[in-house]
């Protein structure tokens, strides 16, 4: 039994007629006769009675030819599911972010992503990068956006830019005067940084030795559990902290509230990247992803001028 000799006896019984019916089936009247026939002793019963001048369903014939339609559409629904497993773009991506990019990126990459390929929205969590690996390893997400490094097996890893941090201070703090920041200066001066369990924490005090010899010493480190708590903080003049680029101009703090500067060069800073199963069946939607977060103004520092890491 073939999806072609039911496609034949569908046609069979509406136009009750064999040359009409090969006609619509695109072959000739013979091939469908055998084709019928040949389903008939399959099934060992007779699905139509012919006679010289017509030709009907059999009472059995009328249940089969029945089914056989819902075979055919249902194939029908198998071949409209695979097309539109052809386009990777028109489905859901599950996306993972850290908590120090995803606020500060996705309002700019969403909007460019509805641009591009408008029929894949995205599902968005934002967790610490140990529990994105695990959603990552499982299949619960698609793809996750983070900070290198980030080493799993049987997942790849594309840096997409690297992202320079500045120096957040009151306003009327005297590094207002300066137009970059040396590290050093970050020793002896109360700072705020993200408490455990934060990769940009890890990230701060690998790319500034000084902030990490401070930490240890734990002087006056101050430790909080977002960056948006931490710029409040600053803006009450507790103390002073280190940005992302991306958070920099992301707050609702009218002027005169807290400034922010660049470090002086060498600029830390760190490599933001997009990592996918090597499995993942829709390498198009990651293509495009990581296409579409490279255009967004967070990750271009230098369309703004910003001073790139050296």
Not at 164 to 188: C, E, G
Not at 238 to 251: Q, Y
Not at 260 to 266: G, I, K, L
Request: net charge neutral; aromatic share 6%.
């Amino acid at each position: 039994m073939t999806l072609t000799e039911l496609r034949y006896i569908v046609t069979l019984a509406q136009e009750q007629h064999f040359g009409r019916a090969a006609e619509r089936c695109h072959v000739s009247q013979p091939t469908l006769s055998v084709g019928v026939k040949k389903l008939e002793d399959e099934l060992g019963i007779l699905i139509f009675e012919r006679s010289k001048s017509a030709v009907r369903l059999t009472p059995t014939g009328e249940g089969i030819v029945a089914q056989a339609q819902k075979v055919l559409e249902q194939a029908q629904g198998i071949r409209e599911l695979a097309q539109a497993g052809k386009n990777q773009l028109s489905a859901p991506l599950k996306i993972g972010a850290i908590y120090t990019i995803g606020p500060y990126l996705f309002p700019h990459l969403i909007p460019q992503l509805n641009r591009v390929a408008p029929e894949m929205p995205l599902y968005i969590e934002e967790n610490f990068t140990h529990l994105l690996r695990d959603k990552l390893r499982t299949g619960e997400l698609d793809a996750v956006i983070l900070a290198l490094p980030f080493s799993e097996p049987d997942v790849l890893t594309l840096p997409l830019y690297d992202e320079p941090f500045y120096v957040m201070m009151p306003a009327r703090h005297p590094w207002t005067q300066l137009k970059a920041i040396p590290q050093n200066q970050l020793s002896d001066k109360s700072l705020l940084l993200l408490g455990e369990g934060h990769c940009f924490r890890d990230q701060v005090l690998e790319a500034c030795p000084t902030v990490r010899k401070h930490e240890e010493n734990k002087n006056s480190t101050v430790e909080s559990s977002s960056l948006e708590t931490i710029r409040h903080m600053v803006a009450s003049g507790l103390g002073v902290s280190v940005l992302p680029f991306s958070a920099v101009e992301s707050h609702h703090y009218a002027p005169g509230i807290i400034e922010v500067r660049p470090f002086e060069r060498p600029v830390p800073y760190r490599t933001v990247a997009i990592a996918w199963r090597a499995s993942f069946p829709r390498p198009k939607a990651i293509e495009v992803l990581a296409d579409s977060v490279r255009l967004c103004s967070v990750a271009r520092p230098e369309a703004k001028g910003v001073v790139q890491p050296a």
